[in-house]
């Protein structure tokens, strides 16, 4: 049943699946009250106006919907914002290193440089496995396409893209996703602190790869996504920094600056402050009350 579903939402033009989302993501609105709780909480824990967090809304309920048209169905309408950081990159044989937090259609930005650039920039990108077997199965094949592959979340996942990176290649990944524990550090986002992975910022040193900001913003009306990129500026000094918690830092920073573009289009409903699995409450508030030291 589900498969079938999916592919028949595939078919369907983006403007209706994405208005298919704005009334699923307002039904879920209006049904959860943890989820309306947590989506206020983390807007304005970042300083932004309850109508920021209500914009986002509809547009969690799209990053839905649109997922059978972007891995099954036809093309859509893309535009560019700073293609030529890529082609920098390649003319200098670097490898890149795609940056994006859950903003806008990060979905979009991993096809678009592997249909643009695949054939000069193979682009491997690290994803979590679907728990559905069917949608699973989905996902594989719907990721892997010409100049796009995809790395499990695993030690072999980490190790393939290590090795993408030093063959001069791309790897996206979405460094505000919370890591398995023992894999991040306690570092500020937004003002408070947040289980934030390490592994960016060592696949950035480790294969000394260009390191580039990207992300997805979805057009009005169903009309398409630009993919904005940006150069990453570090804090402190202007380089990334070798140490895990100043790394983290940096990064978060980085990817505030992305979300402060468009807050509507950040998914806040996204529990970023939870401590992963493994972790106490108890240590967790020790090590905010060390690092605040």
């Known amino acids: 049943m589900y498969p079938s579903l999916f592919r028949f939402l595939s078919r369907l033009p983006l403007p209706v699946l994405h208005a298919l989302g704005w009334a699923l993501g307002w039904l879920s609105f209006a049904l959860s009250a943890r989820y309306r709780r947590k989506l206020f909480e983390q807007a304005q824990q970042a300083g932004f106006a309850r109508s920021v967090a209500l914009g986002s809304v509809a547009e969690a309920g799209k990053m839905v919907t649109e997922l059978p048209r972007l891995w099954l169905g036809g093309p859509v309408h893309l535009e560019w914002d700073g293609m030529a950081l890529i082609e920098e990159a390649i003319a200098d044989g670097s490898g890149v290193l795609f940056l994006t937090p859950h903003l806008g259609c990060f979905e979009i930005t991993a096809q678009l440089v592997a249909q643009r650039f695949g054939d000069r920039l193979p682009v491997t990108v690290l994803y979590r496995p679907a728990r559905q077997p069917w949608l699973r199965d989905i996902m594989e094949t719907a990721r892997s396409r010409p100049g796009l592959s995809t790395a499990p979340t695993t030690l072999a996942g980490v190790k393939q893209l290590i090795k993408a990176l030093k063959l001069h290649q791309g790897v996206g990944l979405l460094p505000d996703q919370v890591p398995p ?113």
């Open 181 to 293: 524990e023992g894999q991040g550090v306690w570092a500020p986002f937004f003002g408070r602190d947040a289980y934030t992975m390490t592994l960016s910022a060592r696949l950035a040193l480790t294969a000394g790869a260009r390191v580039l900001l990207i992300w997805g913003e979805r057009l009005s009306w169903g009309r398409g996504y630009r993919v904005h990129l940006r150069p990453f500026r570090p804090e402190a000094g202007g380089q990334l920094s070798p140490d895990p918690l100043e790394g983290a830092r940096q990064i978060n920073a980085a990817m505030e600056s992305l979300v402060r573009e468009c807050p509507a289009q950040y998914l806040w409903s996204y529990d970023r402050y939870k401590a992963p699995a493994g972790i106490s409450h108890s240590a967790r508030l020790q090590a905010e009350k060390t690092q605040g030291a």
